[in-house]
């Protein structure tokens, strides 16, 4: 339809084929699939924001996973520019991920009380998406695949990502190729910091021609510095929903949280820092 001029969204549609009904927006993004996702358990209003924030969360775990993956097929294909961008388009999916927790930010421990308990051992600690990324992070741990143990498909592709290399292991492996002294072999095990690599960085900093491992280098502290930022959020956020009580998943609550907020990923970047 034209009205003034200017024509309007149209308001009818060819079907496709094999679909009876909705629009081909619906369509395109399933969206009666997705509002038919969400199934609060109480009759507390501030359920559905716990429901949609968690779900939305889940959805930008995997954006991220896809641009963290996309940053380490340029590594291994030496283009440091190609991977700026893909870090570059993560740390954007980073900031949403952190401003999420607004969605939570004034549920009082009346509100989470009232469904908390519906909750059962549900945790999310338990996230096979989140988890994902602690290990492209470098913070590996073999023991939490225990978790998966009925879930056969999430267990084999957390096993294959245990074994492949983080997207750190692709950063040091690129220093290596620069003619750098980094002989990191990528591991099973939680990443450790090392001498060699504090070194490597240095050099980098401070010595002419690796500009663009310097850039690198800037594009992976914005990144650590927003995994750290989400975990301080949801720290926030569990202190003003539920106070220092013990968490659904078993840990001890907020002190198990804020020990993993203290933990730098890519920590020699951070201790370089001393040197510069
Ligand atoms: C105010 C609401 C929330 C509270 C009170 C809360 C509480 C907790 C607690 C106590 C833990 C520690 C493990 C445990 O014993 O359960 C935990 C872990 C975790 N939660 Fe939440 N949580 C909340 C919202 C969320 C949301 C919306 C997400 C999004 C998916 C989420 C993702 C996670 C993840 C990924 C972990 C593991 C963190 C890590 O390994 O460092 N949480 N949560």
Do not use: C
Request: glycine share 6%.
């Amino acid at each position: 339809m034209v009205q003034n001029g200017i024509t309007t969204p149209k308001l009818s549609f060819r079907p496709a084929e094999d679909v009876v009904h909705g629009t081909p927006y619906a369509q395109y993004a399933r969206l009666e699939t997705l509002h038919s996702l969400q199934h609060p358990r109480s009759a507390e209003d501030a359920e559905l924001s716990f429901i949609i924030a968690t779900q939305v969360m889940e959805l930008l775990f995997d954006l991220l996973r896809h641009e963290w993956t996309a940053a380490q097929r340029s590594l291994r294909g030496d283009d440091v520019p190609a991977a700026l961008a893909a870090l570059r388009r993560g740390t954007h999916v980073q900031d949403v991920l952190i401003s999420s927790w607004d969605l939570l930010a004034t549920m009082t421990p009346r509100e989470f009380g009232a469904f908390r308990p519906l909750l059962g051992e549900a945790s999310g600690f338990q996230s096979s998406a989140f988890l994902r990324l602690e290990f492209l992070l470098g913070n590996k741990s073999e023991s939490l695949l225990r978790m998966y143990e009925s879930d056969p498909a999430v267990h084999t592709e957390l096993t294959a990502a245990l074994h492949a290399p983080g997207l750190y292991d692709d950063v040091l492996a690129l220093l290596s190729r620069r003619g750098l002294a980094v002989a990191h072999r990528p591991g099973t095990a939680r990443y450790r910091p090392a001498p060699e690599v504090e070194t490597a960085w240095r050099q980098v900093y401070t010595e002419p021609g690796h500009a663009e491992l310097a850039r690198l280098g800037e594009a992976l502290l914005d990144t650590a510095e927003r995994v750290t930022r989400w975990r301080q959020r949801h720290l926030s956020a569990v202190k003003r929903a539920m106070g220092a009580k013990p968490g659904t998943g078993g840990s001890s609550g907020l002190a198990w949280l804020k020990q993993s907020a203290d933990q730098d990923v890519f920590p020699e970047l951070w201790t370089v820092r001393d040197q510069l």
